[in-house]
């Protein structure tokens, strides 16, 4: 189903993957796989770049949670027999320090717009429709990309002879996509459950906590969906996915929760050193030994010359 109000997204995207694709296929096949993955790919990340400074936002909001947590759970230890009066008092102390708990959200509701744009243009190119400005050829290279000997445009409920029809194995094109499919479940979960345990790791006390959990154990039920979809659209969602993995990776690695003292003070451990850095650390420089304090010379002392009167055994003249 088409949107007229993303009309001008729909194109946009069109465009953006007009252009990608010319630039590989100036060294690349035009319509082999390797290209339109690399086009599908690159998009994907050009998209979650375009994303960056609402993650970043994301992260600023989730940090001051963090610094409100001590805080919120007095609140609640204050008004554990008033849950109205709870809730009004913590949600006076966000709105007073700034804070919004749905600030996490702003990144995947933000993604929703791209991935029906994503999903509208290439379901017009698995049907070879002309629209959004997409040229004839560029349709016609889409239709004839194989990955893995599947092609592009098709989806796992697709009949096996429009299979046969772009000139793939009704069977070998089922397995691979469900196999996309099984990595597409895998990474939606395993992403969804690297942000709810930072999130209950930072607030225990937090009253969405079972909603978090919820939705931690149903995302892989996105593979269910994700059967209708064509396989150019099960590579971006992976790609979007393995890109949020490791986008959160590394801001958790930088900026780890802040955990309790012995004296029940928030502290914050020392980040751990990324990969990068790892790879990059160069050889430890050797240790220079301690500079000694030479000894002081040890100075012979003469003994002085008695005068002969006084020498044992002188005799006196």
């Not at 002309?130 to 092609?151: I, N, T, Y």
């Not at 930072?202 to 039920?221: H, R």
Request: glycine share 6%; net charge positive; with cysteine.
């Amino acid at each position: 189903m088409e949107l007229s109000w993303l009309n001008w997204l729909y194109t946009a995207v069109a465009q953006v993957i007009t252009w990608i694709h010319q630039g590989y296929s100036s060294f690349l096949d035009p319509n082999g796989g390797l290209t339109w993955t690399l086009t599908i790919v690159t998009l994907t990340v050009l998209m979650r770049l375009l994303l960056f400074p609402l993650f970043l936002k994301q992260m600023r909001s989730s940090k001051k949670m963090q610094e409100l947590a001590p805080k919120v759970q007095e609140i609640r230890k204050r008004y554990k027999n008033d849950k109205q009066r709870m809730n009004q008092e913590v949600m006076a102390l966000y709105q007073g320090q700034g804070a919004n708990p749905l600030g996490g959200c702003l990144p995947i509701v933000a993604q929703f717009p791209i991935f029906i744009s994503m999903f509208t243009v290439l379901n017009a190119m698995a049907h070879g429709q002309l629209k959004f400005g997409m040229s004839q050829e560029l349709v016609d290279s889409a239709r004839a990309a194989h990955v893995f000997g599947a092609p592009l445009p098709a989806t796992f409920w697709t009949d096996a002879s429009q299979i046969e029809a772009l000139g793939a194995n009704p069977i070998q094109t089922k397995v691979v996509l469900a196999v996309f499919v099984a990595i597409s479940s895998l990474t939606t979960f395993l992403t969804v459950r690297q942000s709810v345990g930072r999130s209950m790791a930072q607030m225990p006390d937090n009253p969405m906590a079972q909603q978090q959990k919820i939705l931690m154990y149903i995302s892989p039920l996105f593979a269910v969906f994700s059967l209708n979809f064509p396989l150019g659209l099960i590579l971006y969602w992976v790609t979007t996915n393995l890109w949020t993995l490791g986008q959160q990776h590394w801001f958790y690695s930088r900026h780890p929760s802040p955990v309790m003292d012995a004296k029940g003070n928030l502290v914050t451990p020392e980040p751990k050193p990324s990969l990068l850095s790892k790879v990059m650390k160069s050889d430890p420089e050797p240790e220079v030994p301690p500079a000694t304090v030479p000894e002081p010379k040890a100075i012979r002392q003469q003994p002085t010359r008695q005068p002969r009167s006084k020498r044992t055994g002188s005799k006196k003249s």
